[in-house]
T-cell receptor, first 111, second 111 residues
Framework: KAGVTQTPRYLIKTRGQQVTLSCSPI?????VSWYQQTPGQGLQFLFE???????NKGNFPGRFSGRQFSNSRSEMNVSTLELGDSALYLC??????????FGPGTRLTVL | GIQVEQSPPDLILQEGANSTLRCNFS?????LQWFHQNPWGQLINLFY???GTKQNGRLSATTVATERYSLLYISSSQTTDSGVYFC?????????????FGEGTQLTVNP
């Protein structure tokens, strides 16, 4: 089975721009979660989607949003980028409440 | 919310040495995972181990759920074992779930 894929792998944006990241889960997995990793805050949960519905959301401002499509692929969007949004964004997929499997991540740099 | 603490924060070993990484959590959990973050940032699944003991080659893990800790053992360490090791617990919530990560243990294995 192919693993979780994320695109793009690297991204450079400037403050005020918006960005969209994509995640394709393992075939058959309907749950997709997003996490942000920064040196100062560690790994933090952003949101979880299951069957096109957002089931859970972390403590992030409304500039962070996401969605899931009928094929379970997910996108997350960050609007009005700030310097502090520079981070590694990781996507994970799972069948439900068992093991989560992570993609390679998207490294976002905001200048 | 649940707290996840890992120790030690940093560990430096010579190739061939053994090591034990510890993960303490503040509440009972149904799901605990160990990950190795490779130099490119991807989280690689090591173990899904809510309780009991598992082994995979030179790595093994034990979770004592009643005492709220898990241990990751690395035997005969190799330079390729270097990286950050995370434990994470899955927190079921009113709707959905989320992984809560520890701060990680930075392992350096010198030749």
């Amino acid at each position: 089975k192919a693993g979780v894929t994320q695109t793009p792998r690297y991204l450079i944006k400037t403050r005020g721009q918006q960005v969209t990241l994509s995640c394709s889960p393992i075939s058959g997995h309907r749950s997709v979660s997003w996490y942000q990793q920064t040196p100062g805050q560690g790994l933090q949960f952003l949101f979880e989607y299951f069957s096109e519905t957002q089931r859970n959301k972390g403590n992030f401002p409304g500039r962070f949003s996401g969605r899931q499509f009928s094929n379970s692929r997910s996108e997350m969007n960050v609007s009005t980028l700030e310097l502090g949004d520079s981070a590694l964004y990781l996507c994970a997929s799972s069948l439900g409440t068992d093991s989560q499997f992570f993609g390679p991540g998207t490294r976002l740099t905001v200048l | 919310g649940i707290q996840v603490e890992q120790s030690p924060p940093d560990l430096i070993l010579q190739e061939g040495a053994n090591s034990t990484l510890r993960c303490n959590f503040s509440d009972s959990v149904n799901n605990l995972q160990w990950f190795h973050q490779n130099p490119w940032g991807q989280l690689i699944n090591l173990f899904y181990i809510p309780s009991g003991t598992k082994q995979n080659g030179r790595l093994s893990a034990t979770t004592v759920a009643t005492e709220r800790y898990s241990l990751l053992y690395i035997s005969s360490s190799q330079t390729t074992d270097s990286g950050v090791y995370f434990c994470a617990v899955l927190i079921p919530e009113t709707s959905g779930s989320r992984l809560t990560f520890g701060e990680g243990t930075q392992l350096t294995v010198n030749p």
